[in-house]
């Protein structure tokens, strides 16, 4: 065996019913608008979700909802996003597999697709916690599984900012090729769709990001900057001189 119990060539399937657990469900936000209010109409339907908010830094935020976290893996639904009405939280990690992450799909209706950025994604609890090295995506620094099913819809254009700062985060990946194993073309369509399809509230402010984002990666900058939000705040004032 190597690393998952598929790997013992002497395996023999028998069906059992047995009650799946059930894993803990955060809702993770940092000051948007909406984060209350999509907290509250996830607690109506989930009462056992938790509310994770105001922790500076994605990774220092999923670390929290993993030392909170009772069971071997945990949901996060994203505080700029509402979920799919007919999504369920009933989907369990094969035990056979060694770990991953789970990310679902996300509709982004600014650019009119469904791809996995914002999407939920049950974490598994070990992993985040013993994480001490990732790239500029945290998540995809990790084994995971990408899941096709739409679980959410994206909500992250309440602001000028946060509009600027999702666009800017999600394209300087898209832009780089920085997640290891995603298909470069696959990568540059969705970009193009950032750049050229944005519509709605903040339209501008979408695009603005995505072209800020290609000329970033152009410059050969440091990719993990996208994490200080101090210094996409400057990127983003920098248009409002």
Same mark, same amino acid.
């Given at each position: 065996?190597v690393?998952?119990v598929?790997d013992?060539?002497?395996i ?10 059930e ?5 993770l936000?940092y000051?948007?608008?909406d984060?209350?209010?999509n907290y509250?109409e996830?607690?109506?339907k989930?009462p056992n979700a938790?509310l994770?908010?105001?922790?500076q830094?994605?990774?220092n935020?999923y670390?929290? #909802?993993?030392?909170q !976290?009772k ?6 639904i994203?505080g $700029?996003?509402?979920?799919n009405? &007919?999504? +369920? ?5 094969n035990?056979m ?5 789970h990310i679902f799909?996300?509709y ?9 950025h914002m ?10 916690l013993?994480a ?11 084994p995971?599984?990408?899941i096709?099913q ?5 909500n992250?254009f309440q602001t000028?900012?946060l509009t600027?700062?999702t666009a800017f985060?999600?394209c300087?990946k898209l832009?780089?090729? #920085?997640i290891k194993? !995603?298909d470069p073309n696959?990568n540059?369509m969705?970009?193009? $769709?950032?750049?050229?399809?944005s &519509?709605g +509230?903040?339209?501008?402010w979408?695009q603005?990001g995505?072209?800020d ?5 152009a410059?050969?900058?440091d990719?993990?900057k996208?994490?200080d939000w ?12």
């Amino acid at each position: 065996m190597v690393d998952q119990v598929y790997d013992y060539p002497h395996i023999v399937n028998k069906p059992y019913i047995i009650k799946e657990p059930e894993f803990d469900m955060f809702v993770l936000g940092y000051k948007e608008p909406d984060l209350e209010r999509n907290y509250d109409e996830v607690k109506l339907k989930y009462p056992n979700a938790k509310l994770v908010s105001g922790i500076q830094g994605n990774v220092n935020a999923y670390k929290e #909802c993993a030392e909170q !976290s009772k069971t071997e893996y945990f949901w996060i639904i994203f505080g $700029k996003s509402k979920i799919n009405k &007919n999504f +369920t939280f009933d989907y369990h990690p094969n035990c056979m597999e060694r770990p991953h992450h789970h990310i679902f799909k996300c509709y982004n209706p600014m650019i009119d697709y469904a791809y996995g950025h914002m999407g939920i994604v049950l974490y598994h609890k070990k992993m985040v916690l013993d994480a001490t090295e990732w790239g500029p995506d945290f998540t995809c620094s990790f084994p995971v599984k990408l899941i096709d099913q739409i679980s959410n819809i994206a909500n992250y254009f309440q602001t000028e900012f946060l509009t600027y700062r999702t666009a800017f985060r999600e394209c300087v990946k898209l832009a780089s090729n #920085c997640i290891k194993g !995603s298909d470069p073309n696959t990568n540059n369509m969705i970009l193009a $769709k950032w750049l050229n399809n944005s &519509n709605g +509230t903040h339209a501008n402010w979408n695009q603005t990001g995505a072209e800020d984002a290609v000329k970033f990666v152009a410059e050969g900058q440091d990719l993990n900057k996208i994490w200080d939000w101090n210094f996409i705040n400057s990127m983003f004032q920098k248009h409002k001189l």
